[in-house]
């Protein structure tokens, strides 16, 4: 990377989303988590603003990726907060905490064009593993041990 730069954006929101990056690293605040139009006008933004080949890494809620496609997302990973190690070690530590359970981390890659793309159907393991009650909604991951 040859130029990068941090940029508070409620100073600079408006000339900030002009120009067009490569990379882009974003949070949803969570006090827009349930307002349906003001994620997709910052997602439509954030959008516009990423190049063709891109990449978006989103903190966001997990009802959005149903927009990715149309505005040229195309996933390349997803986990929601409460599935990630760092959080899962942080329980251990202070079980008494808790996480917005739609709080998902997206890696994201702009298209040229959306993706018409058949979705496969995960098949379920044959063996149920007992996972702790700490927020987790039928997500599924390869590594099912949770200690």
Known sequence: MTKVSFLPES???IEVYKE???LIFKWFPFMYHQDREACESMLKALA???ETGGLLFLA??????GLFNH????????D????????RQHLKMCPENLVNPDLTVFLLEKMDKPKTKVVEE???PSQQVEIPMALLRSFER????VN
């Not at 966001?60 to 990726?65: D, G, I």
């Not at 390869?142 to 041990?145: C, N, S, T, V, Y």
């Open 11 to 13: 100073e600079h929101v």
């Open 20 to 22: 067009k990056y490569g």
């Open 48 to 50: 516009d603003a990423l």
């Open 60 to 65: 966001a809620p997990r009802p959005l990726q």
């Open 71 to 78: 505005y040229k997302l195309e996933t390349l990973y997803s």
């Open 80 to 87: 929601p907060v409460a599935n990630m190690p760092f959080y």
């Open 122 to 124: 995960k098949k379920m």
């Open 142 to 145: 390869d590594d099912k041990e």
